[in-house]
């Protein structure tokens, strides 16, 4: 906005990012070796505040305006709040901007309006996922959960604690649900964009006593699984712990999978690409990542072959235990929003990939059987998610490509597969020259149309008017009608209606001379195109309009001559 005031009319700030790179370089020498692509970040946003600051000051001076005329001097803080929420504009800047017009800003309404939003969005969140786990009775619990789920997925472990309906109780009967802490579990709390496991829980006896439904961090760490149990249960009562195995190994390859993604993407589109979130569900993972632009089509089957060549290649996934700075040191891929301990887990991909992270992987990338990418689409500013499956879920994914493929073959009646092209282009072709054929049928018969129709010329006061309603495919056909009318001088005002599967097209035209008379099509199309439940418009001497009222037509050609009458 200074700058703007200075006179500087569009984007100027991303110029600055080679300056500041050279001031700053002994310490950030990435923002030199970066500041093409920061450049590019930096610009888009300041394209993008241009829009906003636009809309912004447009309402600015409006509020300032009405403020000075009521003869107030302060802005009141409602529509002040309002610029803050919707057009990003700082209360400062508001207030920077009203002083210069010689007003203030009324500060306890914009605070009022500002403590009434936190209000709202407090109440709309979901209490299960933020506030409710963080609640002074689980901070209380301090109970030590070990995990160990890593080297196995079913143990034996007591169980610490059972909180039902937000209190800690001695026991569960069949059909309560409730936050349960053992002593050891072999259940993976969600974490890092990996999804929780599920299983059962089983007494001595064998008999399945609880489903585990979900699995989240308690407030002091400890894995707390959400079951509905299924028979009676006691605290301090021992049980064992069963991890569905299926679900888990799907979950794992998918994992796997979203480091070896990661990986390609950083040495496909360069090394600006940055992981931006993950989910990592059984049938499908999801992967958020920085960059500029759609990916082309050739970059993103680049990516899918080198993660299948990975997976091929028969690589080892190995964990190493260290300490953060051992860590750094071996080159592991950090996410820059993680706190980590001064204990990491680095997950290891062959040679190829290396991450921080606390999930659960495969032995070895061969596993994964096959990755493929199903989609790939924008998310946010700069921010784009590919959706991707492994093994089973990819095989299937193209199976029902190859059923499509083999079912448009059917159809089109060719007896293998690869002469599908050919077919489709031969189709194409076809439909071509059967459209060039229909054009050129429809054109004679709007030509046969225009002799009869161009014969009922009325006249009204001083002006000459054909109105009528032609048997037509659209709205080409009309304008065709129009330029012949036009080239011959039929009448001063043309109306011309057709209506096709339940829509109306209209078109008006006017001769240069009774436009220059005061006639004007637009408006003209502005009065009768709501008689047939649409709106148009266009210039003096040709518009035209759409609706969706077939049985108002006469009435629309009616109130054609009415209006002509009126001038």
Known sequence: MHGQKLGINGAFLY??????????????????????????VIRMEEDRFQETLKDGVAMLDDLIAKTKEAGQSVLPGKPVFKLYDTYGFPFELTEEYANDAGLTVAKDEFDAEMQAQKDRARAARSSAKSMGVQN???????????????????????????????????????????????????????????????????????????????????PNGQNMHTIMALADMTKKSSYRLEVNVERHDKVKKNHTATHLLDQVLRDVLGSHTH??????????????????????????????AIVNEKIWANMAVETVVTDLESAKKMGAIALFDDKYGDEVRVVKAGDYSMEFCGGNHVDNTNELGLFKIVSESGVGAGVRRIEAVTSKEAYEFLEGRNHLLQEAATLMKVAQIKEVPNKVQALQAQIKELEATKQALEDKFASQQAKSVFENVQTIGTYSL???????????????????????????????????????????????????????????????APLVGGGGGGRPNMAQA?????????????????????K
């Open 136 to 218: 002074a009775l689980l901070t209380d619990i301090t109970t030590p959960s070990e995990y160990v789920g890593y080297s196995k997925l079913a143990c034996d472990g007591i169980l610490e604690d059972i909180i039902f309906e937000d209190e800690l109780v001695d026991s569960l009967a069949a059909g309560q649900k409730a936050q349960v802490i053992f002593d050891k579990t072999p259940f993976y709390a969600e974490m890092g964009g990996q999804v929780a496991d599920t299983g059962f829980i089983k007494n001595a006896e064998g008999k399945t006593v609880a489903q585990v439904e979900d699995v989240q961090h308690a």
């Open 546 to 566: 759409g609706g969706k009222k077939p049985e108002g037509i006469d009435q629309a050609l009616a109130k054609a001559s009415e209006w002509l009458a009126e």
């Open 15 to 40: 110029q600055l990012v080679p300056v500041v790179g050279k001031i700053m370089e002994s310490a950030y020498p990435e923002v030199l070796r970066d500041a093409e692509y920061i450049q590019k």
């Open 275 to 304: 992981q931006a979130g993950s989910l990592v569900e059984p049938t499908y993972l999801r992967f958020d990542f920085t960059n500029l632009g759609a990916v082309t089509e050739e970059q993103l089957a680049k990516v899918e």
């Open 466 to 528: 054909i109105a009528s309603q032609v048997n037509v495919s659209g709205m080409s056909q009309l304008r065709q009608l129009a330029d012949q009318w036009k080239s011959q001088g039929l009448s001063d005002v043309l109306v011309l209606a057709t209506a096709v599967d339940g829509k109306v097209n209209l078109i008006a035209a006017v001769q240069d001379e009774a436009v220059k008379a005061g006639l004007k099509a637009g408006d003209l199309i502005k009065t009768i």
